[in-house]
C-alpha cells in the first residue's frame, strides 16, 4: 500500500513564526503536491515537485515556499505565518508517467495561526 | 479552463437508501483522467477510482458505482444500500495535464441511522 505520511496533525503557531510541513511517502514516487484545504473553495494545489530539487508552483504558492532534498521528503515552509494561512494542508505524491496517475494522500495537518 | 462542478454542498440520506452525487467537468483536452476521492472525517483522502476519458465503460465495485457520460461530461457517484460508514466528503477530481489535479468544491455526504 501507498503510505504518504505527515509530520504533524495538528499545529498551532503564532503570526510571524517560521513553520516547516514534512510530508515523506514510501513507494518511490517522483511527483509530490502539497495543496491546501478550505471550506468552499475545495482543494488548491500551492507547489508541486517531480524530482528531487524541482518545484513548481501552484495555483496559490503566495507566501509559500517548498524544499526537496530527497526523493521521499517533500517540505512546505511558511516563512512568517500569517492568519490567512490557517488551513487544512494536505500532501500527496503520484507516480511520473506520461499521465493519469493517481495521486495519494497523506492524513492531512490542521494548522491554526494565532 | 479546466473546472469540475459538485452542484450538490450537502446530501443527507437514511441508512438503506441509494444516493447519487453528481460531477460535471470542463476540459478541452481529448485525454483526460477523472477521480473520485472520499474524505472521512479523519481528514485523509482516500482514493476512490481513476477513469480515463477513452474508457466509457460504468464500473460497479461492491456498492459503489459510477456512470460516466463524455456526451455530458458527466462522471456520477452511486452509493447504493447507503451506511453510516459512508458519510464523509466526496470529491471529485480532473486531471489536467500529467500531474495537476482540479478538484470539486465536494459534496458532504451524511448518512443517518
Known amino acids: 500500500d501507498v503510505k504518504v505520511t505527515q509530520s504533524s496533525r495538528y499545529l498551532v503557531k503564532r503570526t510571524g513564526e517560521k513553520v516547516f510541513l514534512e510530508c515523506v511517502q514510501d513507494m518511490d514516487h517522483e511527483n509530490m503536491f502539497w495543496y491546501r484545504q478550505d471550506p468552499g473553495l475545495g482543494l488548491r494545489l500551492i507547489y508541486f515537485?517531480?524530482?528531487?530539487?524541482?518545484?513548481e508552483k501552484g495555483d496559490i504558492p503566495e507566501g509559500y515556499s517548498v524544499s526537496r532534498e530527497k526523493k521521499e521528503r517533500f517540505s512546505l515552509i511558511l516563512e512568517s505565518a500569517s492568519t490567512n494561512q490557517t488551513s487544512m494542508y494536505l500532501c500527496a505524491s503520484s507516480l511520473l508517467r506520461v499521465g493519469g496517475e493517481t495521486q495519494y494522500f497523506g492524513p492531512g495537518t490542521r494548522l491554526l495561526v494565532l | 479552463a479546466q473546472k469540475v462542478t459538485q452542484a450538490q454542498t450537502e446530501i443527507s440520506v437514511v441508512e438503506k437508501e441509494d444516493v447519487t452525487l453528481d460531477c460535471v467537468y470542463e476540459?478541452?483536452?481529448?485525454?483526460?483522467?477523472l477521480f473520485w476521492y472520499k474524505q472521512p472525517p479523519s481528514g485523509e483522502l482516500v482514493f476512490l477510482i481513476r477513469?480515463?476519458?477513452?474508457?466509457?465503460q460504468n464500473e460497479i465495485s461492491g456498492r459503489y458505482s459510477w456512470n460516466f457520460q463524455k456526451s455530458t461530461s458527466s462522471f456520477n457517484f452511486t452509493i447504493t444500500a447507503s451506511q453510516v460508514v459512508d458519510s464523509a466528503v466526496y470529491f471529485c477530481a480532473l486531471l489536467q495535464g500529467a500531474q495537476k489535479l482540479v478538484f470539486g468544491q465536494g459534496t458532504r455526504l451524511t448518512i443517518n441511522p
Open positions: 477513469r480515463n476519458s477513452f474508457d466509457e
Open positions: 515537485s517531480y524530482d528531487v530539487k524541482m518545484k
Open positions: 476540459t478541452r483536452d481529448t485525454t483526460y483522467y
